[in-house]
């Protein structure tokens, strides 16, 4: 999948822009990223995005084998080259980690990385559960490091500017949604990471896209679940192959919103026999006076339609590739959803206040509501491998014995 992924940003940034983006010359004290893996999304997400970034280098990348370390870093004109993701951890020159490992190994590493201070990238799904999610920001906020959940989608312009459109409340409040991701079955391989239960497999931790989306336009709540539906993995019964959810979430002003979601990783061929053409990843929302569809809503650089339909079902069809209500003059058409993350990232670590920023609250109710729809289905939520680390319990027993303020006025 994320070599689909892969084909239609590079495809993409072939078409609308410079395929290697124009040469920008780095600053001298450019922010130095570390890639822990050499998983296919590393080029689109970080490697892509970096090339026109002028405050970053992607500066080292670990692999569990030296040979694919260094084979990748020379072909990617990578300086450093480790064997060991520890060994990456442990450079002092590295500033910003990039953790695109298996899902279930996203926890672990990503607290290896706060250990070591550096500013961390985890890719979705943050985590496998949201007591891992907790755990990590709590050390985060300890180590004061950026730590932020890749879903590069909520960074792109037009994602804001549909936001805006419901915020507005110009076609009354939203009644109903329905955001679906859904892939056609055979299209991911058999051995693929995503049918793997040990490795944090299953459609709703790959395309929690689709779970975050709703309260992500509605602005709003955590999710309360009232249904889910899980067809499970023929070959391993832990797994969700696809998820029907229903959810109500509370819009801004504390209004319910019925919200279903759909994913599905090996969608059903027609009639069992025919092919399907990939379908778009969709949001829908259906509002007191119109509809608003936001069509491609997770690579919306790629392409994507957001059609708003009036009360009198007069249609206008809107594209934001660049500006919006968040980045402004900030960006280019060409930027991918990837690049505008890329922007905020840097502007954080560097205490410049970003353009759009993924909070640590909307990462853990987003796992929270993960946790809440796996038990909801029956297949129960994913075990998780908290432990409170040597560190956050020596940091947590200093603040325990120092001195309570209030106690010490008075
Ligand atoms: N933001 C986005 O658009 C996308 C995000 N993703 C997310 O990125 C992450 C990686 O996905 P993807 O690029 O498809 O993954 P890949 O399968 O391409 O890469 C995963 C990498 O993890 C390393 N790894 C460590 N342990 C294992 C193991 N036991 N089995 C397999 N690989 C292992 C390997 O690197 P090495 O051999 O070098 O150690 C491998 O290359 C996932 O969390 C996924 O959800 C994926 C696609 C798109
Ligand atoms: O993050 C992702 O985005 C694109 C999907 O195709 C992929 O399965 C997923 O991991």
Redesign the pocket.
């Known amino acids: 999948?994320?070599l689909?992924?892969q084909m239609i940003t590079n495809l993409h940034q072939a078409l609308t822009g410079p395929y290697t983006p124009p040469p920008v010359k780095k600053e001298p004290n450019a922010l130095r990223f570390g890639l822990l893996s050499t998983a296919n999304?590393n080029r689109s997400s970080i490697l892509i995005p970096a090339a026109s970034h002028p405050s970053v280098i992607v500066d080292a990348v670990a692999s569990r084998q030296l040979d694919l370390a260094k084979s990748y870093a020379k072909r990617h004109s990578i300086p450093k080259a480790y064997g060991s993701y520890q060994q990456l951890l442990d450079d002092p020159e590295i500033d910003v980690v990039y953790v695109s490992l298996p899902n279930s190994l996203h926890y672990e590493w990503a607290k290896k990385a706060l250990l070591a201070d550096k500013h961390v990238l985890v890719?979705?799904p943050f985590t496998t559960t949201s007591s891992e999610a907790r755990d990590l920001f709590r050390l985060a906020d300890q180590k004061k490091k950026v730590l932020m959940e890749a879903y590069h989608n909520q960074f792109h312009p037009a994602s804001h500017v549909v936001q805006e459109i419901i915020a507005s409340g110009k076609l009354g409040r939203v009644i109903k949604t329905t955001s679906s991701?859904v892939?056609p079955n055979l299209a991911?391989p058999a051995n693929d990471i995503?049918w793997n239960y040990e490795l944090g497999g299953g459609s709703i931790l790959?395309?929690g896209?689709a779970v975050s989306a709703p309260r992500f336009f509605l602005q709003g709540l955590r999710p309360e679940i009232v249904s889910a539906c899980a067809r499970s993995f023929k070959k391993d019964g832990r797994l969700d192959e696809a998820m029907e959810v229903d959810m109500n979430v509370k819009d801004r002003d504390s209004r319910n919103v019925e919200c279903r979601v759909m994913t599905d990783l090996a969608r059903p061929y027609v009639a069992g026999i025919i092919p399907r053409f990939w379908e778009s990843p969709v949001f829908e929302a259906t509002c007191e006076k119109g509809k608003i569809t936001f069509t491609n809503f997770?690579?919306p650089h790629v392409f994507h339609s957001i059609q708003v339909t009036d009360e009198n079902g007069k249609t206008e069809t809107i594209k934001a590739y660049e500006g919006g209500p968040k980045w402004k003059n900030t960006g280019e058409s060409w930027w991918s959803t990837y690049r505008y993350q890329m922007e905020a990232l840097v502007d954080k670590i560097r205490g410049k206040e970003p353009a759009h920023w993924l909070e640590g609250e909307d990462t853990i109710a987003e796992m929270d509501t993960v946790d809440a729809i796996l038990e909801k289905s029956g297949l129960g939520k994913r075990v998780g491998k908290v432990q409170p680390s040597e560190e956050t319990v020596r940091i947590e027993g200093e603040m325990l014995r120092r001195p309570d303020p209030v106690a010490v006025a008075a």
């Open positions: 999948m994320a689909v992924t999304i890719e979705k991701m892939v991911i995503r790959d395309e896209y997770i690579m």
